[in-house]
């Protein structure tokens, strides 16, 4: 099995010792190894939407700046949460698979510590940014309502049922790429610290 190798990204998070990770599987772990790698490149996709998300942000809140960039802001934001959610999924599967290796319970115990942070990504990818959400007669739309130059993107919710029912939610999409750049380089020192416990 070829070892994979650092990849070099336009991004400014790099994923130093997930790549030393993958870098050690050998050929025990081919039927998984895709996973890890599909993990790696799209966060270095994700990571991508925010630098633009970034600069974009900067030429919206300059002084002389005459053109709206909030759609552009807007989308790149959406596309990281589209991107960070598969790299999790992949995440998720790769560490299933290590689960059976794990018999100190480390894996597991990592995922809890972490589970209210990657939870609220994955919650905004699969219902601020997919939405409208129906349930019976109910449908709950979100809808964008401001940013600033810290990266906060407010959005409304509010459903078909009762227009009373309506809330001011804040996301920052910045802040929700370095969790995840931090998760995964944490997760890899676990899955290093598994393998270790397996020779």
């Not at 270095?44 to 802001?73: H, K, M």
Request: glycine share 6%.
């Amino acid at each position: 099995m070829t070892a994979a190798k650092e990849l070099k990204s336009l991004g400014k998070r790099r994923l130093v010792q997930y790549s030393a990770f993958l870098s050690s599987l050998d050929s025990r772990y081919k039927q998984v190894f895709h996973l890890g790698t599909t993990t790696q490149r799209y966060f270095y996709l994700a990571e991508l939407q925010i630098i633009t998300f970034e600069d974009d942000i900067n030429v919206c809140f300059r002084a002389d700046n005459a053109i709206d960039y909030t759609e552009v802001c807007y989308s790149s934001a959406y596309g990281f949460y589209t991107l960070i959610r598969t790299t999790l999924e992949a995440s998720k599967k790769f560490t299933q698979e290590f689960e059976a290796l794990d018999k100190a319970g480390k894996l597991r115990e990592y995922k809890k510590r972490n589970f209210g942070g990657i939870k609220s990504i994955v919650d905004i990818a699969n219902d601020i940014v997919k939405h409208p959400l129906a349930s019976g007669d109910k449908v709950v739309f979100y809808e964008l309502g401001g940013l600033d130059s810290w990266g906060n993107i407010d959005i409304y919710r509010w459903s078909t049922v009762d227009p009373a029912d309506l809330k001011l939610l804040q996301i920052n999409p910045i802040k929700d790429c370095d969790f995840v750049f931090q998760y995964l380089e944490g997760l890899a020192a676990v899955y290093l610290e598994v393998m270790a416990d397996n020779r």
